[in-house]
C-alpha cells in the first residue's frame, strides 16, 4: 500500500512563496499552446473515419489558462483537490504533461478510445483527476460536500490529526452559475459551516450560445457573502489598474464599468482600432483620458483593454494568497476574456469555434514552434532548463503517493450475519426491516463495531420517515459544533433525540435532493480522496429520485461508492398518492451503471441483501448499492433462504415442476396478491412455479454478461435467469408483477423466448387505499389471475 506522502503536504495559512512570474508566463504560454494543439490535432490532423466534428473548446481553454497557471503551478498543494469545468479539460491534461502525469498518446487520443476524455473523468483518465465533469454545476457543487466530508472525517479522527486539510477547489465556468443545484449546495453548506472551500470562476461572461445579461451578475457577490462566503471580484489587470491611477483614468474606469458585456466582448474581437473609436466617442473631450489612450497604438490599446484580472498572474495569485489565510469559503469571481490570445477571443459565437489550419499555423509561429515538434514540452521556450527545474519544484508536482492521488483506503470488515431479531410471524415492511437492522448495526456490539463506526447516514429532511430514527437516535447527529437537542433538555417528550455534535454520525440535509446525491458522491469518494473510508447510506423517497437524478448519475459517473434507501416506492404507498407514486424508478436502477439495484419483498432478503450491500460498495469489481423499499406491512414468513441466489437477483418461493406451463414471477410489495393468486393458480396448474424477483437489475446484467461469455468463447456459461426458467417448459408463460412500471419485466420473455404478461402500473397518481389501487392499476389477485388465465390460452 502506498503512503501518503506527508511531509510534502502544507498547512493551511502557510504563506505562499515569492511567484516566479517569468516561469510562469512561460507555462502559461505552453498551456495555451498544448491545450489549443491537442483539439486541433484531434479536429485536423487525425484520421477522421466517420466525417463527425471531433470538437473541443478552444476559446473555453484560453479562457481559463492563466487561472490554472496560477493554481496549479503556485498556489496548490498536493493534498489540495479539484473539480475543473468540463470544457478546459485539455488544459489539466497539458498541466499533467507538463508535470509527467500524463502520456503524448493519450492527448494525441483526446476524444478517442483509450485518449484523454472530452471532459475530466476519474473512472477512464486516471486518478491525476480528482473530480470528474461535465454535467455544469454539479462539479462545483461536489467541493463543497467533499470539504464537509472531511471536517466529518477529522472530527471523527478517520483522517490522521496531523495531516494539513486539503483545500477542494473549483475552477468553474461563469455559465455554471445558472445551474439550480449551485445555490442548493450554498445554502447546505452554510448550514453546515463549510470551510476549506474556493470557486474559482471564470468569469467571462459568456455561456455555449451567448454573452450574459449584465444586469444579472451583480447579483452573485450578495448571494454569496448572504452565504458565509468570503467574495473576491477580480476585475483589472496590473496594467489597467495602473491606468486609473493616472488623470483621466478614472473616467477610463467608469467607461469600462459601464460598458456592457456584449459591446466589451465585440470590442475585443474587432481589436485595437475598434477599441480607439469607441473610447474615443465617449471619452474624446477628456484630456486625462486622451492621454492614456493616444500614446499608444492600435495592439497595445487592444492589450490594456482586455488586461481582465483573471488574465494577469500577480493579481490572481496576489488574491490566492490573500484567500489562505483563512479556511472562509471563497468565490473568486475573475474576470476574463474567453479565446483570450485566440484569433475569435471575445466572439459571442467562439464557444466551440476552432482555429483554422491558416490560424493555427500563424499561431504556432508566434508561439516559436517549430514543425513536427508540437508536443515537445519545451519547445520554444528560452531557458528551458531553468522552466525544467521551476516545473519540478512546483508543490503540485510532489504526488500524493508514490503510485498517485488516489489513497489507500482500508476495507472495513462486514461480519458473516448481520444482528436482527425475528422476522417470521410478525407484520413488517422491508423500510420497518431497514430501520431495524440499522438500529441494530448502531448499538456498534461485537463484530459490528467497526462496520457502525464507519456508516455515516445523510437524508434531506425525511430522515424519521424512512425509518433512520433510531439509528440516528443511537449515533446522533453531525454538526463541527456541538448543539443541544431543546426538546430533550427541557424534557418535553419526543421521539427523536437529535443532540448534534462532532461526534455525530447522520448528516442532516435540508430538502434538496440533489444535494443527497453530491454528498453520497463525496462520502462516496472518500477512500481515494481522503484514504478513510465510509459507508454512506442515503435515504430518500422513492419518486424524488427523480429530483436529484442527474446527481445520482454524476456519483456513479465517477464511481463513489455509496448505499441508497429509496422508500417507500410505488403506488403502494397509496393513500400519498399523486406525485409520491414512482413507477418509473425500477428501470432507472436497472439501466444505471456503476450502482446494483434491488427491490427484496421481505425482511429476510433484505437482511441478506444489506450486509451483502456493504461488503460489495467495498470491492474493487463491485459498485454502489439501491434499494427500493415500502411501508406496506406483510406477513413474514419462517424459512431458510438461499443467500446467493436472492443477491443474484431471484429465487424460487416455489419451484415449477418439470415442463410446467405457467409460473408467476412478483418483485417486491406485491407479493401477497402473488401469492394468493399462486394459491388458486396451483389448483388449475399444480406444476405452476412462484417466483421471486429481488433485482431484475442484477438478473438482466447477469443475463447479458452470460451472452457476451457465450459469444466470446465459454460456451458453458450460463445466466441465473437461464438456470431458474430451465425446469419451464420451453412455451410456457410466465405472468410478471411489480409495483413499477411493467416493462421492467419484459425482457425475461427473451431469455428462453416465453411469452410474458407484464403487470404493473403505467400510469399514477391517484390517491386510494391498496386494494383500490392494486385494482385500479391491474396488480391485485383478480389481474395477476386474469393474465394466468389469458397467458394460458395462447
Ligand atoms: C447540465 C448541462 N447542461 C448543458 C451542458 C452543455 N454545455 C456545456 S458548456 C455550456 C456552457 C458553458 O459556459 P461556461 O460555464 O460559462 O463555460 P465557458 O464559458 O468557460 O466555456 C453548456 C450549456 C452541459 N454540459 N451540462
Ligand atoms: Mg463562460
Redesign the pocket.
Known sequence: MDKIVAEHLIEGGTPLPSADYASLHQIERKLLWLSSWMIHNANHIRPNRDGLKVGG?Q??CA??VSIMTALYFHVLRPQDRVAV???AGPVLHAINYLFGRQSIDMMAGLRQVGGAQAYPSRVKDGDEIDFST????LGVAITSFAGLIQDYLRAHDMVPAERPASRHVAI?????LD?GNIYEALLEGWKHDVRDVWWVV?Y?R???DSVMPDRLFGRFEGLFRDMGWNVMSLKYGKALEAAFRKPGGSALRAWIDDCPNSLYSALTFQGGAAWRQALLADLGRSRGARAIIDPLSDDALAVLMTNLAGHDLPTLIEAFAEAARTDQPTCFLAYTT?GSGLPFAGHKDN?SGLMNEEQMNAFRIAMGIREGHEWDRYEGIEHSDRLRHFVASVPFATPLTAAGRNLPAATVPVPTHLPHGTFAGRRMSTQGGFGELLAEIGRGDGDCADLARHIVTMSPDVTVSTSLGPWVNRRGVFDRHTRNDVFRDAKLASAQRWGMSPEGQHIELGIAEQNLFLLLAAAGLAAPLQGARLLPIGTVYDPFVNRGH?ALVYGCYQDARFMLVATPSGITLAPEGGQHQSTNTPLLGMVQDRIAAYEPAYADEFAILFRHGFDWMQRPEGSSIWFRLSTRQIEQPARTLDAAAVIAGAHWITPPAEGARIAILYQGAVAPEAEAAFASLREDEPGAGLLAITSPDRLFADWRAAQTARRTGIPAQRAHIETLLDPLAPDAALVTVLDGHPSTHAWLGGVRGQRIHTLGPDHFGQSGDIPDLYRIYGIDEDAILNACAAALLG
Open positions: 473548446h476559446a473555453s479562457s481559463v469545468k468540463p470544457h461535465g454535467s455544469v454545476g468553474a465556468g461563469d455559465a455554471e445551474e471564470d467571462n459568456q455561456s455555449l474567453k464557444h442527474d
